[in-house]
């Protein structure tokens, strides 16, 4: 099958988005679709773009002239990739709102890839749209709570397909030195490490892991992601005799195995109110990467109990799930796992089928099967 994939204009920064697509992309293409990614991207960042992202060469860029900064950059992307478009296709596929709108009244078999509620009066429009053309061929939603609250005051529809995000199995396979890596981060003690992942904006909970390393100088905690500057702010706010927490800031999405070698347990600490940029609630609909990126690290897993988590991972078998608003509760989870080593290895293995289900490649079957 020929597939179009309209990807994102958001190159090489800290956003999952962009993972989403290189990993959707060679997914594909590993299943055996001829695939082209339309990218705004200059010639020369082409190799950059396979490396980055960690991906087989097994799929063309095609390249576009767009914008990859400014407020309105996927709205341009979404109108200048309708003119990249060609013929004899089998598939198009994208997560561009605007894209998916315009091309519906010209094109065929599109499968658009919802990820949040509609943010605004066009997003709404364009969901009617999708629902209602012929030209839409599936609407895939990342979650559960995603679907939910898109399509709350509509009927169900057989377009409608469930398809939380995935993992690259091949990336854990890797055995790590990990006393090398705990050098080359400069982590210079053998006490457990407790791992968060992710961005470290309001309501993820790292005010939460910094009461956590007062209260439990045992153990190491270990935070990374986020920017310079929202690194440096945390490091403000904390008290100066906690030396048992590391903030490592951004790490490229490639290295981030080597993070879950030295790691023993991870840590999802989100508020129940926690958000994505532009301050929306993501607690109903979330499918962050990560989880399934824990999941088969084989680390055991520490989460809040809200619906997005509980939607994928299962308390006492494949994770613990606590009160998001209860530091004992997560202190009394870590202590758990870390002092029962058979509830560890049970957890551990639980964690490891489960992501196996969870493959970027089981993703794309089920999105297009040949």
């Known amino acids: 099958m020929k597939i179009i994939y309209v990807g994102s204009p958001e190159l090489f920064g800290t956003g999952a988005s962009s993972i989403h697509v290189a990993k959707m992309v060679e997914a594909f293409a590993d299943n055996g679709h001829d695939v082209d990614l339309i990218l705004p991207i200059k010639k020369e960042e ?44 089998d598939f198009i ?21 919802i990820h949040h509620p509609p ?8 969901i009617r749209r999708f629902i209602n ?17 898109v399509v709350k005051n509509s009927d169900r529809n057989e377009k409608y397909l469930v398809c939380h995000n995935g993992v690259d199995l091949r990336q854990f396979k890797i055995k790590h030195d990990t006393l090398s890596i705990k050098k ?27 009461d956590l390393a007062k209260d439990m100088p ?22 100066d005799n906690i030396e048992n927490i590391f903030f490592l800031g951004f790490i490229n999405h490639k290295y981030i195995p080597e993070i879950y070698s030295i790691s023993d347990i991870m840590l999802i600490p989100y508020d129940d109110d926690f958000t994505i940029k532009g301050n929306t609630d993501a607690s109903k609909f979330s499918s962050p990467i990560k989880i399934f990126e824990h999941l088969a690290s084989g680390k055991p897993i520490v989460a809040s109990k809200i619906k997005s988590i509980e939607e994928i991972l299962e308390n006492n078998i494949d994770s613990i799930l606590v009160n998001a608003e209860s530091l004992l509760s997560y202190k009394q989870a870590i202590k758990k796992i870390l002092y029962d080593n058979k509830m560890y290895d049970e957890i551990s293995k639980k964690a ?19």
């Open 119 to 126: 943010i605004n009066l066009f997003s709404k429009i364009a």
């Open 184 to 210: 080359k981060y400069n982590i210079n003690n053998d006490k457990k490490i407790i791992t968060y992942i992710g961005n470290i904006y309001r309501g993820r909970g790292i005010e939460k892991i910094i």
């Open 352 to 370: 490891l089928l489960k992501s196996k289900k969870h493959s970027w490649k089981k993703r794309a079957e089920k999105i297009i099967s040949i």
């Open 133 to 149: 053309s012929k030209n839409i061929l599936k609407i895939t939603f990342n979650s559960q709570g995603t679907l939910e609250e």
């Open 93 to 113: 596929v994208t997560r561009n709102i605007t894209f998916a709108y315009i091309a519906s009244f010209f094109f065929k078999n599109i499968i658009i890839d």
């Open 218 to 239: 045992e153990f190491m905690f270990m935070i990374v992601g986020g920017s310079n500057n929202e690194v440096d702010e945390y490091k403000r706010l904390m008290p």
């Open 46 to 89: 082409i190799n950059k773009f396979y490396d980055y992202y960690s991906v087989k060469r097994n799929f063309n860029i095609k390249r576009k002239f767009g914008f990859r900064a400014g407020s309105l950059r996927h709205f341009l992307h979404g109108i200048l990739s309708i003119f990249s478009i060609y013929p004899n296709y």
